[in-house]
């Protein structure tokens, strides 16, 4: 026997839905009763309270009830209530190799989606500036914000790194009487790797998460949509500015980072080791090469490009809400930073150990 339920159940259906559960319950008997539901039903507190009752007086009439074609939202209403059958209330946990599965095929989906973006952002960067259509006002605004903005915070963690590399070198230095080499291991630690790296796990979590969060909620405010309705790509509205923004500020607060955490370094020297000032800028001259000021720049120019293009993906998986939000801006800035250590270990194998 069936009964098919095609309005919402809340405070004002309830009632007239519960007398008609309970007629049909009384006319299955030992016969099996089937609850159909449409799927655009929605259920309330109210409605699920009701539901429940009736469910346990059926079961206790001795009725098999049975529900089919229930929503998410219903579902998971009923669960809180516990009114649903059991092969409806526990799902099948999938197998291990479904679960790989699962995996693979969401990573293949991220990848593709990943790289149409990469495209897609490539192409616009490039056409706004050769037919004149660049958004200058965007891009310095951006540039303000992503890179101005970020120079306190990035001077004051290279200064600390360069200070904290230079103590570690320093007591291993001084048993060997090899003081003078510290501007070796400061200046190219900080030219080619602690710069470029630093600097970008900092824009990845201050710059990238900007990012995810504004593009996040636009997409879920659908002001992207409203954009396309307009006749103007998002993309190239939205997020070539602030490519070109990190693209272009990045290296520069590289550099920076660079000179404030050697100026780190020096203060070691001059106050624990009792190196002069000259002494250490001449072997700093004479240890770092214009491979490792470039291979520094490079990476930083690298490490934009990823912040960016992750930060900017989670407009094609944010769902949910304000929660949903929140979920993305996670995802993007721990992927940014994972992203960024990746390139920078490749990059490290190509510069130093394909010579």
Not at 145 to 158: C, K, M, Q
Not at 167 to 181: D, P, S, V
Not at 227 to 252: D, E, F, H, S, W
């Amino acid at each position: 026997m069936q009964e098919r339920i095609e309005q919402s159940l809340n405070r004002d259906t309830a009632e007239g839905v519960y007398r008609r559960l309970k007629k049909a319950a009384r006319r299955a008997g030992s016969t099996p009763l089937v609850v159909s539901f449409d799927a655009t039903v929605e259920l309330d507190s109210v409605g699920a309270a009701t539901l429940s009752k009736w469910y346990r007086e059926a079961r206790k009439m001795g009725v098999d009830v049975r529900f089919e074609g229930l929503g998410e939202q219903a579902r998971q209403v009923l669960a809180m209530f516990e009114a649903l059958p059991d092969e409806l209330a526990h799902k099948k946990m999938p197998g291990f190799f479904e679960h790989v599965g699962d995996g693979v095929a969401a990573a293949a989906r991220e990848g593709l989606d990943f790289l149409v973006l990469t495209a897609d952002t490539l192409a616009f960067a490039a056409t706004s500036i050769f037919q004149g259509r660049f958004l200058w006002r965007r891009f310095l605004t951006q540039a303000v914000e992503i890179g101005l903005n970020a120079l306190p915070i990035v001077a004051l963690i290279s200064f600390l790194v360069g200070l904290t590399v230079a103590l570690q070198a320093a007591y291993q230095l001084r048993q060997f009487g090899a003081n003078i080499y510290i501007a070796n291991m400061v200046g190219v630690a900080m030219l080619s790797e602690m710069g470029p790296l630093m600097t970008a796990i900092l824009m990845a979590g201050r710059s990238g998460s900007s990012i995810a969060a504004e593009v996040a909620t636009m997409t879920m405010a659908e002001e992207m949509d409203a954009l396309r309705t307009m006749g103007v790509n998002p993309i190239r509205y939205v997020l070539v500015p602030k490519m070109y923004a990190l693209v272009l500020t990045q290296p520069l607060l590289t550099m920076m980072a660079n000179i404030v955490g050697i100026f780190g370094g020096l203060l070691v020297a001059f106050f624990y080791l009792d190196i002069s000032i000259p002494a250490f800028w001449n072997q700093l001259l004479s240890a770092v090469t214009m491979k490792d000021l470039l291979t520094g720049l490079f990476k930083s120019v690298v490490f934009a490009g990823i912040i960016g293009l992750v930060s900017a993906q989670v407009r094609f998986r944010t769902t949910g809400g304000a929660a949903g939000v929140g979920r993305s801006t996670t995802r993007s800035v721990v992927a940014s930073i994972f992203l960024v250590i990746v390139a920078d270990a490749v990059f490290s194998l190509i510069f130093y150990f394909g010579d």
